[in-house]
């Protein structure tokens, strides 16, 4: 039986959608979509999944852990790379580390982007019987 649902993009809210294209874009590698703009901008993957990041008028950051205002969308990216060298360079791009580390940092971290949405990264699972 095929899934009931494929996903085939996330949108996140944000004051400036260009600008949390530009550190999406960076961060993942995925191409611009021709028809970004200052209203709505969107990544687009190999496969068709769009990444959108859509203008709110009044935009409050979500804080976490608490729910005063809550978490617009909670991203997870799995890398290749060694988690601390991943995390140095998305810091670079523009991420920061929040205050809350729910996970055992061997495995997974959480940080937040530059419109304070938070996402996790995690090391890629190696297959049985690879080194």
């Known amino acids: 039986m095929p899934p009931y649902l494929r996903p085939v993009a996330v949108t996140l809210d944000?004051?400036?959608?260009?600008a949390l294209a530009a550190?999406?874009?960076?961060?993942t590698g995925l191409a611009p979509h021709p028809g970004s703009g200052a209203g709505f901008a969107a990544l687009t993957g190999p496969d068709g999944f769009v990444l959108g990041f859509q203008a709110v008028g009044d935009y409050r950051p979500?804080?976490?852990p608490g729910q005063d205002v809550p978490q617009q969308a909670h991203l997870c990216y799995e890398v290749d790379e060694d988690l601390g060298a991943a995390e140095a360079r998305l810091l670079a791009l523009g991420a920061a580390v929040p205050g809350h580390q729910p996970h055992d940092p061997d495995h997974a971290r959480v940080l937040t982007d530059?419109?304070?949405?938070p996402f996790c990264i995690v090391r890629k699972k190696r297959k049985k019987g690879k080194g």
């Not at 530059?114 to 949405?117: D, I, M, N, V, Y």
């Open 14 to 18: 944000c004051a400036d959608p260009l």
């Open 62 to 64: 979500p804080r976490r």
């Open 114 to 117: 530059p419109a304070s949405h």
């Open 23 to 27: 550190f999406y874009r960076e961060a």
